[in-house]
């Protein structure tokens, strides 16, 4: 059974900075692509970036290109989320995702979620 477990949200201030962690068990983490979403209150959830299973190739959406990266240590099964000057709109609660096979950015899109933790930022 795929789970994928999330820590490191909280809260942060403007122009600060969090590292979320997703810890991934129950299959073969070096043959999934990894990713994150979020989910702003009362918004859908929204892609924010992907890495590729050997981590060559990251993508990200246009409102956290060169704020946000996304790495992977494939010997701890784990990916992370850096996450630098922060916003207020950055608040939501941001989910770990695995793709099997890259095919796009929507919901849909992804075959395993994690619980989700809370990223709120807030002077």
């Known amino acids: 059974q795929v789970q994928l477990v999330e820590s490191g949200g909280g809260l942060a201030q403007p122009g600060g900075s969090l590292r979320l962690s997703c810890a991934a068990s129950?299959?073969?983490?070096?043959?999934?692509?990894m990713g994150w979403f979020r989910r702003a209150p009362g918004k859908e959830r929204e892609f924010v970036s992907v890495?590729?299973?050997?981590?060559?190739?990251?993508y990200c959406t246009d409102s956290v290109k060169g704020r946000f990266t996304i790495s992977r240590d494939n010997a701890k099964n784990t990916v992370y989320l850096q996450m630098e000057k922060l916003k207020p709109e950055d608040t939501a609660v941001y989910y770990c995702?695995?793709?099997?096979?890259?095919?796009?950015?929507?919901?849909?899109?992804?075959?395993?979620w994690g619980q989700g933790t809370q990223v709120t930022v807030s002077s």
């Open positions: 890495i590729t299973t050997t981590g060559d190739h990251a």
């Open positions: 129950g299959g073969t983490f070096n043959l999934w692509n």
């Open positions: 995702v695995v793709a099997e096979t890259i095919t796009g950015w929507g919901v849909s899109d992804y075959d395993y």
